[in-house]
């Protein structure tokens, strides 16, 4: 069973950064894909980025293009979304998802609690 963790929420104001974690207690985790998500209460969860478990592969929600980045550090069990030029819009809470040998985007066996932000306009 793999525990994910997320951290780096937080309340910010629009056009600032920041940048959520996702780490794993499973070591093998460079053989997950991972997704990020985003939900408001009362409203679906969206995915908003995800990474293939090579890495080689990433997939942007039209909203965060070129502004949300996505990355792996094998070494660390951990998956990052750097968030940049941040908008109230990107208020939500932020889940991490993981499935082993992900190449896309899909159904995630493995899903974190969460992380809170908040972008103030």
């Known amino acids: 069973q793999v525990q994910l963790v997320e951290s780096g929420g937080g309340l910010v104001q629009a056009g600032d950064s920041l940048r959520l974690s996702c780490t794993a207690s499973?070591?093998?985790?460079?053989?997950?894909?991972v997704g990020w998500f985003r939900q408001l209460p009362g409203t679906e969860r969206e995915l908003v980025a995800a990474?293939?478990?090579?890495?080689?592969?990433?997939y942007y929600a039209d909203p965060v293009k070129g502004r949300f980045t996505i990355s792996k550090d094998n070494a660390k069990n951990t998956v990052y979304l750097q968030m940049n030029s941040l908008k109230p819009e990107d208020t939500a809470n932020y889940y991490c998802a993981a499935k082993p040998w992900a190449e896309a985007p899909g159904q995630y066996d493995y899903w974190g609690q969460g992380t809170q932000v908040t972008v103030s306009s």
């Open positions: 499973e070591r093998t985790f460079s053989r997950y894909g």
């Open positions: 990474i293939s478990w090579s890495g080689r592969s990433t």
